[in-house]
């Protein structure tokens, strides 16, 4: 039996291929304008998750500490949610998972203005737009989905219509 790969299948696909991709491709070369050795996906994950380990010291003010566990918890939604949400979800749970995934991609842009010392970006890494991108495909691949699934509910009703 063969398995068709549908456009929003191939967009939630690729959202996850960037995901992984970004976990082991650095994120972060150089802070503040000082070169650094990169921090790679996994370590940029871990710095962020030390905003909110007991204990753990966290170099940032509670915005940073906030911003930087808005990353994290949207990255683990990504991780934990999206495949049952892509293959399980109802249409509306479809829908409103598209609409947080657009709202973790901009909420994520604050790690492209943060490190932009004088508004030029030159600390982040390729890992960085990977990561960040796969929140923006992942919304698309959602929307679509659930837009599929309208159309199809809606050619249904409209040929149940017909009269024979």
Same mark, same amino acid.
């Given at each position: 039996?063969? /398995?068709?790969?549908?456009?929003? *299948?191939?967009? /939630?696909?690729?959202?996850? +291929?960037?995901?992984?991709?970004?976990?082991?491709?650095?994120?972060?070369?150089?802070?503040?304008?000082?070169?650094?050795?990169?921090?790679? =996906?996994?370590?940029?994950?871990?710095?962020? !998750?030390?905003? %909110?380990?007991?204990?753990?010291?966290?170099?940032?003010?509670?915005?940073?500490?906030?911003?930087?566990?808005?990353? %994290?918890?949207?990255?683990? %939604?990504?991780?934990?949610?999206?495949?049952?949400?892509?293959? *399980?979800?109802?249409?509306?749970?479809? *829908?409103? !998972?598209?609409?947080? #995934?657009?709202?973790?991609?901009?909420?994520? #842009?604050?790690?492209?203005?943060?490190?932009?010392?004088?508004?030029?970006?030159? @600390?982040? =890494?390729? @890992?960085?737009?990977?990561?960040?991108?796969?929140?923006?495909?992942?919304?698309? =691949? +959602?929307?679509?989905?659930?837009?599929?699934?309208?159309?199809?509910?809606?050619?249904?009703?409209?040929?149940?219509?017909?009269?024979?």
């Amino acid at each position: 039996m063969a /398995i068709k790969m549908t456009r929003s *299948r191939f967009l /939630i696909s690729s959202a996850w +291929l960037l995901q992984v991709a970004a976990w082991f491709l650095p994120v972060v070369t150089s802070i503040g304008g000082g070169r650094i050795d990169p921090l790679y =996906g996994l370590g940029a994950f871990l710095a962020a !998750s030390s905003a %909110v380990w007991p204990g753990a010291t966290f170099l940032g003010t509670w915005y940073d500490a906030a911003l930087a566990t808005l990353s %994290v918890v949207t990255t683990i %939604v990504f991780i934990v949610g999206s495949p049952w949400v892509a293959l *399980r979800g109802t249409r509306s749970l479809q *829908r409103a !998972s598209a609409g947080a #995934a657009a709202v973790a991609f901009l909420v994520n #842009a604050h790690w492209y203005v943060l490190l932009s010392p004088n508004g030029w970006v030159s @600390g982040l =890494g390729i @890992g960085y737009f990977l990561w960040w991108s796969s929140f923006l495909v992942l919304a698309t =691949g +959602l929307f679509d989905l659930a837009g599929q699934q309208d159309a199809a509910e809606s050619t249904y009703n409209q040929t149940a219509l017909l009269p024979r």
